[in-house]
């Protein structure tokens, strides 16, 4: 893919994106707005994805093993 291309595909993602947002219609002061307030947004939610999903899911592996009953590997080391 050379650089024309590329750059014709990316104008082309910026038009759907304001078509489908609907911001093709706001001034520009109004589209710089809503940008970094959506930006901002997704930072947000991808930051926190980041730091307290795992955490999240340790947690629960840790509760649904003890559900399970299997037994912790220090308990197992101790036995054998």
């Known amino acids: 893919m050379n650089f024309k ?3 014709e ?6 038009y759907q994106y304001l078509l489908i947002t609907g911001i093709y219609v706001l001034e520009p002061w109004e589209k710089s707005i809503f940008n970094s307030i ?3 947004a997704i930072a947000m ?6 730091v307290f999903v795992p ?13 399970i009953g ?3 590997e220090s308990t197992v080391a101790l036995m054998n």
Do not use: G
């Open 55 to 67: 955490i999240h899911v340790r947690l629960a592996l840790e509760f649904f093993s003890k559900i």
């Open 45 to 50: 939610v991808i930051y926190t994805s980041y």
């Open 38 to 40: 959506l930006f901002s």
């Open 9 to 14: 595909y990316l104008s082309w993602l910026y």
């Open 70 to 72: 299997s037994q912790p």
């Open 5 to 7: 291309n590329l750059r």
